[in-house]
């Protein structure tokens, strides 16, 4: 593998407090603080003037489908559609089918990495078997498997006794559990956030108490036991606020919210468009502002995309009919420049770290920096580059985005993982 | 003023103008409907679809009625038989209807938002019959219909809609009509069945009968939906009737002149006391006359017809 010498970036590594212009080199898929003559000399040399270099975007909270549902997405094109928007390490949740809760879909899946996977693609192992909430999974098995973490994701455990047993079995492993917050008792055929606009569209309302009990009933169990959970794609104001003072109190729970809540409101749903339909489901003007807030105290400490991928002929249905999830791999960064950089003024570096250093830091995951002696996983992007997002010619296999037909600004121009370009995609 | 719009969708989305377009061209119907021949050829060689995916007797056999009478063809899409109950989506039922020259869909489906996706997907005119929860305009302008020939102009009168509002595309689509019309709708039920949210959209919320029909021009009741519910909304329908059924000493408290309504279907004894229902005071059987008349004047409306032409003919 040629060594490679990134010229005169604007090099942004959070991690190490980074932010200078300057050149920034990888060796044997290793940053390294600078190559010796004859390696700069045979050097891949890529001109990165403008641009910036950060560390490869992380996302702990993805759908690849693979197996079983790979009309909407396999581990090659998510893969490729993560590349592309400058992630090089994902993990991905196992409600697949079968449902990841046991070593041998594990294995399956990290051989489908293995051979098609051009990022890190690291499995998560569910929490119960068959996600039904009713028995654990052989939880130490799929850690033996090479899971990063347990979760039920889109199946919240119901029970809070399985829960507890979950976590404290868990805790044994150092294994994390992430939770999807819902009280399904409470959002039973819900669509939508419950408020005025579910009032308006006829739409079953999914309120904000459902998530927030279970956001408190997590916070209650960790301080319990001691384990870590971390809590998914959150998108109400009190559930921010209870996660801020279960911090305060030294709890062992972290958050994620997900480029879209922090975007978008239910008021977007006027036109009863399926591909702004997800769960949980977007919410206030002043539930959008809490994220945001969160996100800046580090009340919430990553942004994660849920990227769910459908396929055109699962979405285009009526409102109540439509799965659930909307894409995101590929307008992440950009969404977040918009949102968090240039409306709500963090510095970059900081919109940064909330997709690098913190998210591998949540599930302790060897990534997120440029520090020497870290493996070469890089971003390169121009932070200001417009241009207009076509899902059908994304690189998902799937194309259930609301940013389709939008103009974004900030664009992937080169990603690189263990020191090899993996976009854009050599022409063989 | 012209009648530009294609498809009926929702009563939000009207002008007060349009509103009173239909209302006028639906009186002009009426008068139509009371000679010997009712039927007219305003709509000769058009086919319409009823596309019904919802149980419907009232306002499938009022539309079937109405499409009749202006010599259209009729051609009922009966759900429990057709593609959909083998895995059709509503896009490839609806293009092949559309490929079948259909010239008109009018839809009745349990999902919300269903008539505006179909509205976008085909060329042909699309009329909402009930979707879901959201809007049921043509019952709003029937309603509204019958309220004027009672009480005339609607500004500044008192109209409380009683029952299930959160379930109900009727109360939605009677409070854009009305607001839009000048009157004050006050909602009123049990506060799990009438969120505070309703103000929202321009209606008063109470849960104090006494007060919400002090003075009421209308009463409007609807249907307890109990098996859309369960037994989480309110205990029991006993409870519901002794806290917030109309009867006759609840009816005293109404303007001496006001009329009570009911979209159907009814369930006596439980929203409204059987002699109530059969009482003078009751509309409930003209909004249903009224229903093919307004029916007929949207489907003549939105097959790009003007009100003038009808109204000039009848004079």
């Known amino acids: 593998m040629p060594a490679l010498w990134i010229r005169n970036a604007r090099v942004i590594d959070p991690a190490s407090r980074r932010d200078s212009v300057g050149d920034l080199f990888s060796l044997d898929g290793k940053i390294v603080p600078r190559l010796s003559a004859a390696d700069r000399r045979r050097a891949r040399k890529i001109d990165a003037r403008g641009l910036v270099a950060a560390p490869g975007l992380v996302d702990i909270h993805v759908h690849f489908r693979e197996p079983g549902q790979t009309q909407k997405e396999t581990i090659a094109t998510g893969s490729r559609a993560a590349a592309a928007g400058g992630f090089t390490t994902v993990v991905c949740m196992p409600n697949t089918a079968p449902a990841a809760d046991n070593a041998g879909t594990i294995q399956f899946i990290l051989d489908a990495v293995r051979r098609d996977s051009l990022v890190k693609v690291l499995p998560t192992g569910c929490i119960t078997i068959g996600m039904k909430g009713e028995n654990l999974a052989p939880i130490g098995s799929l850690k033996r498997a090479g899971v990063v973490a347990i979760t039920d994701d889109g199946d919240c455990v119901q029970s809070n006794e399985l829960m507890r047993r979950a976590i404290e079995y868990a805790k044994m492993f150092g294994l994390p559990v992430m939770d999807h917050c819902q009280d399904q008792s409470m959002t039973e055929g819900a669509v939508m956030n419950e408020g005025n606009v579910s009032i308006r569209l006829g739409l079953r309302g999914w309120p904000n108490a459902a998530e927030d009990l279970i956001v408190s009933r997590n916070v209650i169990l960790s301080r319990y036991t001691g384990a870590h959970i ?53 919410r206030t003007e002043a539930d959008r502002r809490a994220l945001i807030v969160g996100l800046r105290d580090g009340t919430l ?128 | 003023m012209t009648w530009t719009r294609r498809h009926l969708i929702t009563i939000e989305e009207l002008s007060l103008r349009e509103i009173e377009q239909v209302h006028a061209t639906a009186s002009a119907f009426k008068s139509i409907l009371k ?55 509503l896009r490839d039922t609806a293009e092949n209807i559309q490929a079948l020259n259909a010239d008109m869909i009018v839809i009745r489906h349990s999902a919300a938002g269903s008539p ?47 029952g299930d509002i959160l379930f109900s595309r009727v109360a939605r689509s009677n409070i854009y009509a009305l607001t839009k019309m000048g009157a004050a709708v006050t909602l009123v039920g049990p506060s799990t069945l009438v969120p505070h949210g309703f103000t929202a959209i321009g209606a008063q919320v109470s849960h104090d009968l006494k007060s919400a029909l002090a003075d009421a021009d209308v009463v409007m009741l609807l249907r307890i939906q109990h098996e859309r519910q369960g037994h989480r909304h309110f205990p029991s329908l006993g409870e519901y009737t002794s806290m917030f ?51 007929m004047a949207v489907l003549y409306l939105c097959a790009g017809n003007q009100p003038e032409q009808v109204i000039s003919s009848t004079e």
């Open chain 1, 301 to 428: 400490d990553c942004i994660s995309t849920d990227h769910a991928p459908h396929t055109d002929y699962e979405k285009d249905k009526e409102f109540d009919y439509a799965p659930n999830g909307i894409i995101g791999l590929e307008t992440a960064l950009a969404v977040v420049l918009e949102v968090l950089v240039r409306q709500s003024r963090f510095p970059l570096r900081k919109a940064l770290d909330l997709m690098t250093r913190k998210p591998a830091g949540v599930l302790g995951l060897p990534a997120g920096t440029l520090a020497s002696g870290a493996p070469a996983d890089i971003c390169i992007f121009d932070p200001d580059e417009a241009w207009t997002y076509d899902a059908k010619k994304g690189y998902s296999k799937s194309s259930n985005s609301p940013w389709n037909g939008r103009t974004l600004r900030g664009r992937v121009k080169t990603t690189i993982v263990d020191g090899r370009i993996v976009f854009p995609l050599a022409a063989s």
């Open chain 2, 245 to 295: 059924g109309l009867n006759k000493t609840r009816a005293s408290w109404l303007n001496p002149k006001a009329i009570i309504m009911h979209p159907g279907p009814i369930n006596r004894g439980v929203e409204i006391d059987s002699e109530l229902a059969d009482g003078e005071r009751s509309v409930i059987l003209e909004q249903v006359s009224n229903g093919i008349a307004v029916r």
């Open chain 2, 116 to 162: 505006l996706y179909l509205s976008k997907i085909l060329d042909i005119p699309v009329i909402n019959a009930g979707d879901g929860a959201h809007e049921h305009p043509t019952q709003g302008l029937l309603d509204t219909f019958t309220m004027k020939e009672h009480l005339g102009p609607l500004k500044g009168r008192k109209v409380a809609i009683l």
């Open chain 2, 35 to 89: 000679r010997s021949v009712k039927k007219v050829p305003a709509l000769r060689g058009k086919t319409i679809v009823n596309l019904f995916l919802e149980p419907s007797t009232r306002t499938r056999m009022a539309f079937d009625m109405a499409a009749k009478r202006l010599s259209a063809d009729v051609i009922a899409f009966d759900a429990a038989s057709s593609s959909t109950t083998k895995g059709e989506t």
């Open chain 1, 230 to 282: 971390h809590m998914q794609h959150i998108s109400s104001a009190l559930s921010v606020e209870i996660v801020r003072r279960a911090k305060a109190d030294g709890v062992c729970v972290t958050a994620e919210a997900t480029p879209h809540h922090i975007a978008l409101t239910d008021e977007a749903l006027a036109t009863y468009d399926t591909n702004f339909k997800m769960n949980p489901p977007l």
